[in-house]
T-cell receptor
Framework: GQNIDQPTEMTATEGAIVQINCTYQ??????LFWYQQHAGEAPTFLSY??LDGLEEKGRFSSFLSRSKGYSYLLLKELQMKDSASYLC??????????WGAGTKLIIKP | IAGITQAPTSQILAAGRRMTLRCTQD?????MYWYRQDLGLGLRLIHY???????GKGEVPDGYSVSRANTDDFPLTLASAVPSQTSVYFC?????????????FGPGTRLTVL
C-alpha cells in the first residue's frame, strides 16, 4: 500500500528553527509537495521537490532524498503566524497526490 | 479575483437526502479534484477530472458522483447521504498533472450528515 508518515504535532519557540520530517512509500514517485494549512482554511502550496537536494524559498526550505524516501521542511526564524498544519504529499505513478495526515506546528512566544 | 469558489460553505443534511456540492474555478485549469478531509487522516481523493469531459475515481469514490461538462465547473453529488460522509470537502484545480503544477484549493464545504 501507499503510506506517508509525518509527526502528528510539534512545538517550537518563536524565532527558532524547526524541521518537519516526512517519509513515504508510494507506487512510483513524480514529485513531493509541501502545503501549509491554517485551522479552518484551505491548504496552500509551499514547495515542490522532484530531484534530490535542498530547495530554498525565503524562510522555508525543503529537502528530498529519493533513495531514502524522505523529505523535510525547514522553517527558520519562526513567527507566530507559522502556527499551522504542514502537509506532505507525493505524486504517485498515476500522477495523483497521496497525502500525509499533516503535522500540527505550535509556536510558543 | 482568480481562484476557486465552493458552495455552500457549510450544510447540515438529513441521512438519505441528495446533495450537490458546487465548485467553480476561473483559472482555466485543465485538472480538477474533490477531496475529503477528516481529523487524523490525510486528504483523500474522491474523484478527479484531468480535462473537461473526462472523470476518474480516486481513493474513496463510493457514494459520490461527479461531472465535468465544461472547464470551469466540477460538481460533486452525494446521491443518498450517510453519516460517514460527514467531513470537510475541498475542491482543487491544477494547470496540469505533471511537473511542478501545484493544486489550488477552494475554501471548503463543511458537511454534517445526521
Amino acid at each position: 500500500g501507499q503510506n506517508i508518515d509525518q509527526p502528528t504535532e510539534m512545538t517550537a519557540t518563536e524565532g527558532a528553527i524547526v524541521q518537519i520530517n516526512c517519509t513515504y512509500q508510494t507506487s512510483g514517485f513524480n514529485g513531493l509537495f509541501w502545503y501549509q494549512q491554517h485551522a479552518g482554511e484551505a491548504p496552500t502550496f509551499l514547495s515542490y521537490n522532484v530531484l534530490d537536494g535542498l530547495e530554498e524559498k525565503g524562510r522555508f526550505s525543503s529537502f528530498l532524498s529519493r533513495s531514502k524516501g524522505y523529505s523535510y521542511l525547514l522553517l527558520k526564524e519562526l513567527q507566530m503566524k507559522d502556527s499551522a498544519s504542514y502537509l506532505c504529499a507525493v505524486r504517485d505513478s498515476n500522477y495523483q497526490l497521496i497525502w500525509g495526515a499533516g503535522t500540527k506546528l505550535i509556536i510558543k512566544p | 479575483i482568480a481562484g476557486i469558489t465552493q458552495a455552500p460553505t457549510s450544510q447540515i443534511l438529513a441521512a438519505g437526502r441528495r446533495m450537490t456540492l458546487r465548485c467553480t474555478q476561473d483559472m482555466r485549469h485543465n485538472a480538477m479534484y474533490w477531496y475529503r478531509q477528516d481529523l487524523g487522516l490525510g486528504l483523500r481523493l474522491i474523484h478527479y477530472s484531468n480535462t473537461a469531459g473526462t472523470t476518474g475515481k480516486g481513493e474513496v469514490p463510493d457514494g459520490y458522483s461527479v461531472s465535468r461538462a465544461n472547464t470551469d465547473d466540477f460538481p460533486l453529488t452525494l446521491a443518498s447521504a450517510v453519516p460517514s460522509q460527514t467531513s470537510v470537502y475541498f475542491c482543487a484545480s491544477s494547470d496540469g498533472t505533471s511537473g511542478g503544477n501545484e493544486q489550488f484549493f477552494g475554501p471548503g464545504t463543511r458537511l454534517t450528515v445526521l
